[in-house]
């Protein structure tokens, strides 16, 4: 055999294979978005093309109200996520204490700790404190998830950070709080992002925890979701289910846009 007809093989197998994982990843979502469309109720098998699941999914009270309570949880709960994650990192990265490396491994337990034990214990802790369960109670306890994944991406920032640019600032007469702000924030900023992405992703997708922590009056969407498993999941959540998916599509494209962009403008790219 050739060399060349080699490389061709090699070439076309890697295709092959790589046709194979985006169809595996990809071909759950896109029956999702096919069957939105569908006219069947049952969704078993697709028997024709209509728009009238998209027009009931507005007119979906409990549906809309679902939703609306899954953004406001993960609104706050990211924004929890951020501030104490980011403070954490920026605070285990300048200063040296003891238990240092305690509190460091700390941080992975709630990461690698199973889900559903997570929600037993927050709604025990809700109960002694008597906490009501509803939103309040949904935010701190996505929030408590959710943190240890901003200090991990703001560290791996802070991992190749140069603190002689702070310390430039500073002989330039800057006071401590607007290098904060005009010179560390701004270049911790890709790890803040991707931390808040990762932690709105996340408490946008939890069942278990939410399962536990939540109120009769406050409902997320998955946990709606799980409620029709039952009885079959009606077609208007995945006329919702497919707009969140143009929503986040929409979100990620732009953003590696601009990240893109960004990174042709720096002077070492090439």
């Known amino acids: ?84 994650g980011t403070l954490a990192a920026v605070g285990m990265f300048r200063y040296k204490f003891r238990g240092k490396g305690v509190i460091d491994a700390l941080l992975y337990i709630p990461v690698v700790i199973p889900e559903i034990i997570l929600g037993i214990s927050l709604l025990s802790i809700f109960s002694v404190f008597r906490v009501p369960l509803g939103l309040v109670s949904l935010i701190i306890a996505h929030a408590t998830f959710c943190i240890p994944f901003v200090v991990f991406s703001v560290r791996a920032r802070l991992a190749g950070f140069d603190r002689s640019v702070e310390e430039a600032a500073m002989d330039l007469g800057a006071n401590r709080r607007r290098v904060l702000w005009h010179v560390t924030l701004p270049m911790i900023a890709p790890g803040i992002l991707a931390g808040g992405i990762l932690a709105f992703t996340l408490s946008i997708d939890d069942i278990i925890i939410s399962f536990f922590t939540t109120g009769p009056k406050s409902t997320t969407f998955t946990l709606k979701v799980m409620e029709q498993v039952r009885s079959g999941v009606s077609p208007d959540v995945y006329a919702l289910s497919t707009v969140i998916i143009l929503v986040t599509f929409t979100v990620v494209t732009v953003s590696q846009t601009l990240a893109y962009k960004r990174q042709l403008k720096q002077p070492d790219s090439n």
């Open 1 to 84: 055999m050739s060399r060349s007809t080699k490389a061709s093989i090699q070439k076309i197998g890697g295709r092959f294979f790589c046709s194979l994982v985006y169809l595996f990843l990809y071909a759950p979502i896109v029956v999702v978005i096919l069957f939105s469309f569908n006219t069947s109720k049952r969704n078993i098998v697709f028997e024709g093309f209509t728009f009238d699941w998209y027009g009931k999914m507005l007119q979906n009270s409990s549906l809309l109200e679902s939703f609306r309570n899954t953004m406001i949880v993960a609104a706050g709960s990211t924004t929890i996520a951020i501030l104490v």
